[in-house]
């Protein structure tokens, strides 16, 4: 016989345990961002996106960065796809663009997290990564904190292979100590269709990644040019022959699409000649992107390249002339000349001059492909076959690269991959075009943030540079945007197509544009691939505090000094880096070596070289009065 208190006792014990066991099940479902059973945990508003907002397309609440991100679905307009069955799922489009979540109240010091489903649909076939950011407001609404995750990989959906289910983007975060509001930033790498549904934000995610925090700020402070230099600007053209965009005219993106490729051929090659005249008045080494027949002598032989291509995107419905292309090989054109017999079809004689007057010659694609609707294959053989023909007139393989027909929208996130592969580090010539516009302009043209940045979802390794059109009727903007960028401490580069270069006004546009810059003093001038490549540098650059105190103190002040060690991690030189001294300092050592005072006690700033993974160290002894 079981005594009354022992049943009781089982069954008080296996109530423990259930609750213990129920208890652990919703902590771990809240530690992953999963909702526990009958209860809701979301916290998210119109997290259905069920409820329309004022901006067509768009749920009540939700917000996004241009055009592109709007509700798609069976029960919308019978595309697109849903995951949980309601017919909706919100599609993002554009590597400028992102969608951002409702509002949501929080408090100070607790940890949120937040999860979503993503799929693409990519037309290029390609898988793609996004990213969640974090933004946390104050009770004035003012932003005071973003922290990022790392890009994460979407799902990829295609009619032969569609995958077993959505990806899963998420991350967590703690709310800072001011932090009354959060929203979600959802930001793609690329302009790959991307459909988001079940967004969840909740407390807990402890076991999901925790977004970063930009990196702090170096304890010295770095100039961000060399030499003290307050900005950069690059001279670069668009240089190809009638087998370039030519050839291939667009009816759109190319104001001279009706005139005739050969007589156009032959003024990219006046252009070449007229430019190179004024930058050597000025000692200016300019940026020349080339496509791939520039490089050859002639091509009697009958070369076949890439395959002989035919190019099925470059339809009338995309903006061409015709469907001439659709279904003729893209090469065929080629008169199998020389540069005697059709020098508007070959520039190869030009290659030495250029490099002999030092300016840079870069890729405008080998084809003049459209990058956007090229897949990952063709931009994997035209970069290839750039390379090859670059290295037959003693060019090296291709650093930077700018688009025909500022052609990035569209571009895969596997095309990128491509590019970076290929050990392009800058690219510049991007769609301007809302979704896809990494430099949004003000009314009158000028870019508002004229610098370099990262492109998303490759920070660290592929930079984008912003550009200005330059035209008679812009010579004088040009000259705005360039006091602006000087404002801004930043970088512009100054553009247009070499066969523009012929007409005496614009001869004379660029004339002005370049005298008035050098003259200005404060301009670094260089090859785009130089000035891209010193902001990666720079951006890269590692910067420690010393602690361990092994140098004898300060001869001057009898202080402590303080010492950082700066390291170049980068592949790429660092000259001329310039440190600021801070007006307290007394003395300053290099690697040990005392700098004489007059070096710079006047400026306020050392100067450094520093070789590519080079490490120095810099002690600075403050005065007496300022250590107190
Ligand atoms: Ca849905
Ligand atoms: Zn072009």
Redesign the pocket.
């Known amino acids: 016989m079981i005594s009354r208190q022992f049943a009781f006792g089982a069954i008080l014990f296996s109530f423990i345990v259930g609750a213990a066991g129920i208890f652990f099940f919703i902590s771990q479902r809240l530690d992953r961002c999963a909702a526990p059973p009958f209860i809701e945990t979301n916290l998210l508003p119109n997290a259905?996106?069920a409820i329309p907002g004022p901006v067509a397309g768009l749920p009540e609440g939700w917000g996004r960065g241009a055009g592109g991100v709007e509700l798609r679905?069976p029960a919308v307009d019978g595309q697109g796809f849903?995951?949980?069955?309601?017919?909706?799922?919100l599609q993002l489009i554009g590597i400028a663009n992102y969608a951002i979540t409702p509002p949501v109240r929080v408090q100070a010091n607790v940890t949120y997290c937040f999860t979503v489903a993503a799929l693409t649909d990519s037309l290029l076939r390609s898988p793609t990564r996004v990213r969640l950011v974090f933004e946390w407001y104050d009770a004035q609404g003012s932003l005071r904190e973003q922290a990022s995750t790392p890009w994460q990989p979407v799902a990829l959906w295609t009619p032969e292979r569609p995958p077993a289910g959505w990806a899963v983007i998420g991350g967590s975060a703690r709310a800072p100590a001011d932090a009354t509001m959060l929203r979600v930033r959802i930001e793609p790498a690329s302009d790959d269709r991307i459909y988001l549904?079940?967004p969840r934000l909740q407390r807990g995610g402890h076991t999901l990644t925790l977004a970063q925090p930009p990196a702090p700020a170096s304890p010295l402070l770095i100039a961000p040019w060399p030499e003290g230099y307050r900005a950069a600007v690059a001279f670069t053209f668009d240089w190809e022959t009638a087998m370039g965009g030519l050839i291939h005219s667009r009816s759109v993106d190319d104001p001279r699409a009706d005139e005739d490729p050969v007589q156009r051929g032959l003024r990219m090659r006046a252009g070449v000649l007229n430019s190179m005249a004024i930058f050597e008045r000025y000692h200016v080494r300019a940026t020349y992107y080339a496509t791939g027949y520039n490089f050859l002598m002639g091509n009697r032989e009958q070369r076949r390249f890439m395959g002989d291509p035919v190019f099925s995107w470059a339809s009338a419905a995309n903006g061409w002339r015709s469907d001439r292309w659709t279904t003729r090989p893209w090469f065929s054109d080629d008169p199998y000349g020389t540069v005697e017999t059709h020098p508007a079809w070959y520039f190869g004689d030009q290659i030495e001059p250029l490099l002999a007057a030092g300016h840079d010659i870069q890729s405008h694609t080998f084809s003049h492909l459209y990058g956007g609707y090229a897949d990952a294959a063709t931009w994997r053989a035209d970069i290839e076959t750039w390379n090859m023909v670059a290295a037959e007139r003693g060019v090296g393989h291709a650093r930077s690269l700018a688009f025909p027909w500022s052609s990035s929208a569209g571009m895969s996130d596997a095309s990128w991959d491509v590019i970076e592969q290929a050990g392009i580090r800058s690219v510049t010539r991007l769609s301007d075009y809302g979704p896809y516009n990494l430099f949004p302009t003000d009314g009158r043209g000028l870019i508002r943030d004229p610098d370099c940045r990262w492109l998303p979802g490759r920070e660290g390794r592929l930079i984008a540079c912003p550009d200005f059109y330059l035209t008679p009727a812009r010579a004088e903007l040009a000259i705005v945007q360039i006091d602006q960028t000087v404002a801004y401490g930043g970088m512009i580069d100054i553009w247009a197509h070499t066969e523009e270069v012929t007409s005496a006004a614009q001869q004379a546009a660029w004339e002005d544009v370049v005298s008035y810059t050098v003259r200005r003093g404060d301009i670094w001038v260089a090859p785009l691939r130089e000035i891209a490549e010193w902001q990666i540098a720079r951006r890269a650059l590692q910067i420690t505090t010393l602690t361990d105190s092994a140098l004898p103190a300060g001869r001057a002040s009898g202080s402590a000094a303080q010492r950082y060690q700066i390291w170049n991690q980068s592949s790429y030189p660092l000259t001329g880096l310039m440190v600021a001294v801070p007006s307290t300092t007394v003395d300053v050592a290099i690697n040990n070596d005392i700098v004489p005072r007059e070096h710079w006690r006047a400026s306020g700033w050392i100067r450094l070289d520093l070789a590519a993974g080079q490490a120095i160290e810099v002690a600075l002894w403050p005065t007496r009065s300022s250590s107190r």
């Open positions: 259905t996106f679905g849903d995951l949980d069955g309601d017919g909706r799922a549904d079940m």
